[in-house]
């Protein structure tokens, strides 16, 4: 067998092996690392695309920072409207394309099967019921409590904010820098989720889909959402502007619903004209213990979980499952 055939039982692979990006490799190979800055941003990305959904949020859609001095209802409902709404275009849209209407058919979708229309484990009898609860009722609504702390924070001084006019190149390194950063925080507290009483108690609700579609990316226990938009804290260290708090936020909750398609992209003129889910984590699902993090920080490569996609790396987490359950045999 060679150690790049590609895995048995998926409707598409991506090429493999899966590669981690260059930006952590030793010796450093800067063209390397510029050209997988460009793959991911340009010319046409959900970065990119999201970085645009934040401006237009923030100069047509935000109450005035002014205004977020004072908690009131009318300001914070408006978020929650707003968001509830983002979420709604994107997940929605999304699941209409691939699943509804299926204007892609099978093209680039990773795994076979069909979505479950029912199941004793889902919340509401079936799994895109279910995780549409779970991700506006529970997501949408944390993700706008993170986005109400944030910009009061702001307004009132208790976070420190960035500006243009102080650094403009600090300003745009901070859009780069935030994904990479949600990469480090991910694998982390993505691990302390799989500890068994996290696991059973809050995870295992973001892991009945073991086939995701749209609405999957946000349907987690309420912890979860508290911990995972937690990464939005760190710029009550790292000095934002509320456009970067709103690409902050959106970012991991837009991007949880566009990495969950279980397509690898949008085809388009039969092109992929944007990337859009993962296989790395679409692994994760299937397999459970492995790709815990995303792949702009080699953090699985260090602690021996990362699948490739290939059917030697699955034979490698194997033998990782068989020695962690002491010594039983795996499917």
């Known amino acids: 067998m060679s150690d790049h055939a590609p895995l048995k039982g998926w409707n598409h692979t991506p090429n493999v092996p899966v590669a981690v990006s260059p930006l952590f490799s030793w010796p450093i190979r800067p063209l390397a690392v510029l050209r997988w800055f460009w793959d991911s941003w340009f010319l046409i990305s959900e970065r990119l695309i999201i970085v645009g959904v934040a401006v237009a949020s923030f100069y047509w859609f935000q109450p005035p920072l002014e205004?977020?001095?004072?908690l009131a209802f009318d300001w914070i409902a408006?978020?929650?409207?707003?968001?509830?709404?983002?979420?709604?275009?994107?997940?929605?849209g999304l699941h209409l394309w691939f699943y509804t209407f299926t204007k892609q058919g099978e093209r680039l979708k990773f795994d076979p099967r069909p979505l479950m229309k029912n199941g004793k484990q889902f919340t509401l009898g079936g799994q895109i019921r279910d995780n549409m609860f779970w991700t506006l009722?529970?997501?949408?609504?944390?993700?706008?409590?993170y986005e109400v702390l944030m910009f009061w924070a702001l307004a009132n001084g208790y976070a420190?904010?960035?500006?243009?006019?102080?650094?403009?190149?600090w300003f745009i390194a901070l859009f780069f820098l935030i994904p990479i950063w949600e990469s480090f925080y991910f694998y982390w507290i993505h691990r302390l989720l799989h500890v068994p009483f996290l696991y059973r108690h809050v995870h295992a609700l973001h892991h009945r889909n073991i086939n995701v579609g749209p609405w999957s990316g946000m349907s987690m226990?309420?912890?979860e959402h508290v911990i995972f938009l937690g990464s939005v804290l760190i710029h009550f260290v790292v000095a934002a502007h509320p456009i970067h708090i709103l690409y902050h936020l959106q970012y991991y909750a837009l991007t949880a619903a566009t990495t969950h398609t279980g397509f690898e992209g949008l085809v388009v003129k039969d092109e992929n004209r944007l990337k859009l889910g993962t296989f790395h984590h679409q692994m994760h699902h299937r397999?459970?213990?492995?790709?815990?993090?995303?792949?702009?920080?080699?953090?699985?490569?260090?602690f021996g979980s990362f699948h490739d996609g290939t059917e030697a790396a699955n034979e490698r987490m194997k033998e990782r499952r068989r020695r962690m359950s002491g010594g039983a045999p795996t499917g």
């Open 137 to 145: 009722a529970s997501g949408v609504t944390v993700w706008t409590a």
């Open 160 to 169: 420190p904010m960035l500006t243009w006019a102080a650094n403009p190149l």
């Open 67 to 70: 205004e977020t001095r004072s």
């Open 221 to 223: 226990h309420p912890v």
């Open 78 to 92: 408006q978020i929650w409207l707003k968001n509830i709404l983002l979420m709604s275009v994107v997940a929605g």
């Open 287 to 302: 397999y459970f213990e492995c790709n815990y993090g995303s792949l702009e920080i080699p953090w699985d490569k260090l």
